[in-house]
Antibody, heavy 119, light 110 residues
């Protein structure tokens, strides 16, 4: 069964750091771009970051540029989101997702991990 | 990276059809046939129901259909069922390998 499992969420003070992890199983991990998407409780989805198949290209939403870094290790079938200089507005459930080849959507999602930033 | 525009809510009775619109710009929806739609029930992760404007992932009902005209995409759900009550989000590929989501639409089945 294709599965993504996130971990690493928690409570952190404003200005602090967290590293989220996403472990993949049952899929050809190295063949796909991966994304992080977040959702403030009670609000909509927001795309956060993308990484290409070999990790050489990374793209971010403007609000996290310079603070968040996405990375991957195909040998470990994992992606990470290093989040620094966290702000209260980064409080959300963070999902990792597999991007369909060609970029037409995200077809596999994890269950999400919750990040709470206290000011 | 402005969010796509969706109606906040729509409603319909069982058996009816409803359509949710998603308006973007020439930088996203208008430039790419890479629009996707997601269904999200409370407390659950989003589920892909339409990709590349009008294609169905395996296992998704063909009661869901997608289309696009210019800078606007649409999701139609026919034969509404109680289990369709959920939040629906559109998403488009954007410039420089980014994605942009809509604000979400709450579907109520009356």
């Amino acid at each position: 069964e294709v599965q993504l499992v996130e971990s690493g969420g928690g409570w952190v003070q404003s200005g602090g750091s967290l590293r989220l992890s996403c472990a993949a199983s049952g899929l050809s991990f190295s063949s796909y771009w991966m994304s992080w998407v977040r959702q403030v409780p009670g609000k909509g989805l927001e795309w956060v970051a993308n990484i290409n198949r070999d990790g050489s290209e990374k793209y971010y939403v403007d609000s996290v540029k310079g603070r968040f870094t996405m990375s991957r290790d195909n040998a470990k079938s994992s992606v990470w989101l290093q989040m620094n200089s966290l702000r209260a507005e980064d409080t959300a459930v963070y999902y990792c997702a597999r991007v369909i080849q060609g970029g037409g959507g995200m077809d596999v999602w994890g269950q999400g991990t919750t990040v709470t930033v206290s000011s | 990276q402005s969010a796509l525009t969706q109606p906040a809510s729509v409603s319909g009775s069982p058996g009816q059809s409803i359509t949710i619109s998603c308006t973007g710009s020439s930088s996203d929806i208008g430039s790419y046939n890479l629009v996707s739609w997601y269904q999200q029930h409370p407390g659950k992760a989003p589920k892909l129901i339409i990709y590349e404007v009008s294609k169905w992932p395996s296992g998704v009902s063909n009661r869901f259909s997608g289309s696009k005209s210019g800078n606007t995409a649409s999701l139609t759900i026919s034969g509404l069922q109680a289990e369709d009550e959920a939040d629906y989000y559109c998403c488009s590929h954007g410039v420089s390998s980014t994605f942009v989501f809509g604000g979400g639409t709450k579907l109520t089945v009356l």
